[in-house]
């Protein structure tokens, strides 16, 4: 959609090429619906109900009144409606002619039919006083009560410019001043990421204080580039090094510490009186032992490294999450995995969780600033369960940061380039979307690898069971068609010409040949058996995992697209700012800022990726390698009894019956299924992640004792 302009509480604010159009001094609600202007055609008299038809030789030269298109509307010829494009200039013949309906003639000369809540009137302004600086206008605040008129059949009216299409979801000044009077100048869409991470409150207004402090009221100043002075005048507003971000060239973040490892493991079932019961999760982070600075990134931990363990359950995660949201509004969250209702004591679902769990902080302490937040640091390390518990309701009740999470970020000074940072999140855009898709692909593909590995281990079992109804004569439920034709001819218990005495595959009473043959054969029917197990638990527990890890790489363009809209967003009010007719440095600077968050983010995704699949390949070919290796050191074991000298051995004694044999009428089909990794969050799109909705309903429910007033009754009881 198309976007409103800002609020000209600036004088410096820019105008848009749309706005450009006399304006009238009575700048207060002017062109609302309960203006006579809206209404002014209905005195002209009224045109016949009947339905309108295009043969009337008086329509084409009926002069009507201008309008716009508000939606794109596809129109049935058959019914004679019109077909028109959100923005087209429109004429409207006669406002209802029934049902909702008004006759409308487009500016390519088509008359029709087209939905009354489809179009806008369109008029004209009178000029506003203009300020004495060149290049500036002010704006004064009507005390009319009365709103102006404008006629909509002035002949004098200038042809309207085309409107100009945005991308930031937002709409254009149909209305400007209802945007003004009522928005601020804000964005229209008020559910953006734009605005509710605070990114537009920060370009607009900045932060006139900071929330960490209420006693300060003074406007905080923000610097391109940290100094000295900045950093003491955090300190002196008790500011915490958590709360301060820094950016690199690259635009990157900088980490403050270095990497470490969080492993989630040995899950527990626990019971409460209160909560009933509940799963219990161990949390080891592993600290490297060896010396790094806080600019390696990459550090390796050593073989001995400290390690802290804490005991967390689910909903401990789902308050790190929400405490995360709020305090780093500007940076992109992995999704918490959904909770689960039923089942969820299920040997198999416990496990998926808590991959998924561990996948879910590995992501956050791989950010480099998420991982040094306060509640990341007391999440990992706070042992003790009374002091944790104390904790909870503090960041459940924590404040959103808003704008000023983007007032702590320093960055170097006019490192963005608006034409390089549009191309940029295009290009990342088209990228992040197309991964998205290929990797549904590959999620997809890879199911099918891992069926094809239970069909492996099925031919696999089959061939050993054919095998040993060879040498037995004995009949198999998995291949009846080869033991059909024997068990007819050879019916006599003792099965007299088809195995001897000494279980030899052999008519004859004593052949130590036939014996050698039949034990190795036996041999090679056990090992297949085995061959059969390894490629039976590969796919049920090795490529489980590696099935399960590709949701880390799912949906990078649900996680990111917060980002992206900011981006797009910051670069249309960035573009304003720094027009040579309308420039404003204060503006154009904090964009600046939010531009260096948001393209730090994309840098993020870009190492995160690079590990993420790196990782996920080598794992997959390690175990690919490790079960070939497997298979093929038993395959060779059975080959070496058809050697001389393992077969003199084999001769010595009688064939004992292979444990395989009372399986031989078990069908092989009968295993059991595949178990399947549980689904991303993002899997069920478009419906909204339980996560969210618990983080939503969390910041109802828990209010600060500072907002308002008011506080909740959870918050009392905590407190």
């Given at each position: ?164 299409p945005q991308n930031t979801g937002e709409w254009r000044n149909i209305f400007p001043s209802f945007r003004q009077g009522l928005l601020g100048g804000k964005t229209f869409n ?73 492993l989630v493991h040995s899950p527990t079932k626990r019971s409460s009186g209160l909560s009933g019961a509940y799963t219990v999760y161990n949390v080891t982070s592993l600290f ?432």
């Amino acid at each position: 959609m198309a976007t409103l302009p800002r609020s000209a509480k600036q004088t410096s604010a820019s105008v848009s090429t749309f706005d450009k159009r006399p304006r009238s001094d009575l700048d207060l609600d002017a062109g609302i619906n309960s203006s006579a202007a809206w209404t002014e055609h209905l005195d002209r008299g009224s045109l016949s109900d009947d339905e309108p038809a295009n043969d009337d030789p008086t329509l084409p030269r009926q002069k009507g009144i201008r309008a716009r298109a508000l939606y794109q509307f596809e129109g049935k010829a058959e019914f004679r409606e019109l077909t028109v494009e959100a923005g087209d200039e429109l004429e409207v013949l006669k406002q209802d002619v029934g049902d909702g309906w008004s006759l409308v003639r487009t500016a390519r000369g088509e008359i029709g039919l087209l939905p009354t809540t489809y179009y806008t009137y369109t008029m004209s302004f009178l000029s506003a006083p203009s300020d004495s600086l060149p290049g500036t206008r002010t704006k004064e605040v009507s005390t009319d009560a009365v709103t102006p008129r404008a006629s909509p059949e002035d002949k004098s009216e200038p042809e309207l410019p085309p409107l100009i299409p945005q991308n930031t979801g937002e709409w254009r000044n149909i209305f400007p001043s209802f945007r003004q009077g009522l928005l601020g100048g804000k964005t229209f869409n008020r559910l953006s990421s734009f605005v509710t991470s605070g990114a537009e409150e920060w370009v607009l207004n900045g932060v006139p204080g900071l929330e960490d402090n209420s006693r300060i009221s003074v406007s905080i100043p923000h610097s391109r580039f940290s100094t000295a002075d900045s950093m003491a005048k955090d300190n002196m507003l008790g500011i915490g090094e958590v709360d301060r971000h820094f950016v690199d060239a690259g635009p990157t973040w900088q980490p403050k510490i270095p990497r470490f490892r969080v492993l989630v493991h040995s899950p527990t079932k626990r019971s409460s009186g209160l909560s009933g019961a509940y799963t219990v999760y161990n949390v080891t982070s592993l600290f490297s032992s060896s010396e790094c600075t806080a600019s390696d990134d990459e550090a390796a931990p050593s073989p001995t490294p400290m390690f802290i363990t804490v005991q967390r359950r689910f909903s401990h995660f789902v308050v790190l999450h929400t405490a995360l949201l709020r305090r780093l509004p500007g940076i992109a969250l992995p999704p918490l995995p959904d909770k689960q209702y039923a089942g969820r004591f299920n040997a198999a679902f416990v496990e998926a969780r808590r991959g998924d769990l561990e996948r879910y902080i590995d992501r956050i302490v791989r950010h480099p600033i998420a991982r040094y937040a306060e509640v990341v640091t007391s999440f990992l390390s706070c042992e003790d369960d009374l002091e944790w518990k104390r904790l909870v309701p503090q960041f459940l009740s924590t404040r959103a940061a808003g704008p000023s999470f983007f007032a702590h970020v320093y960055h170097p000074e006019f490192n963005v380039d608006l034409s390089d940072a549009s191309e940029t999140i295009e290009r990342f855009d088209n990228h992040v979307r197309a991964v998205g898709r290929n990797v549904q692909g590959l999620r997809g593909t890879f199911s099918q690898v891992r069926e094809a590995r239970i069909d492996m281990s099925k031919a696999e079992r089959l061939l050993s069971y054919s095998l040993l109804c060879l040498i037995t004569a004995k009949p198999s439920s998995s291949a009846p068609v080869l033991c059909a034709v024997e068990e007819e001819e050879n019916a006599s218990p003792q099965l007299r010409g088809l195995v001897n005495d000494e279980g030899a595959w052999c008519w004859r009473e004593v052949c130590e040949d036939c014996l050698q043959l039949t034990k190795a054969v036996q041999k090679a029917a056990e090992t297949l058996q085995s061959v059969a197990d390894l490629y039976d638990d590969h796919a049920r527990r090795t490529q489980l995992a590696t099935h399960e890890s590709l949701k880390a790489v799912a949906h990078p363009y649900m996680t990111y697209q917060g980002v992206i809209d900011t981006h797009r967003s910051t670069s249309t009010h960035y573009a304003e700012a720094t027009a040579d007719d309308t420039s404003n440095e204060d503006v154009a600077t904090r964009c600046e800022t939010v531009l260096n968050v948001t393209m730090s983010e994309i840098d993020t995704y870009h190492t995160q990726k690079v590990e993420d699949f790196t990782t996920l390949t080598k794992d997959h070919l390690d175990g690919e390698i490790a079960l070939y290796e497997q298979i093929l050191t038993r395959l060779k074991t059975a080959r070496k009894a058809f050697d001389p000298l393992h077969s003199d051995e084999l001769g010595r004694s009688p064939r004992r019956p292979s444990r395989f044999e009372k399986d031989l009428d078990r069908l092989v089909n009968d295993v059991e299924p595949l178990p399947q990794p549980c689904p991303h969050v993002y899997d069920s799109a478009p419906m909204r992640p339980v996560s969210v909705a618990i983080q939503g309903g969390v910041g109802m429910l828990m209010r600060s004792s500072s907002s308002a007033g008011r506080t909740s009754v959870l918050s009392r009881l905590w407190a």
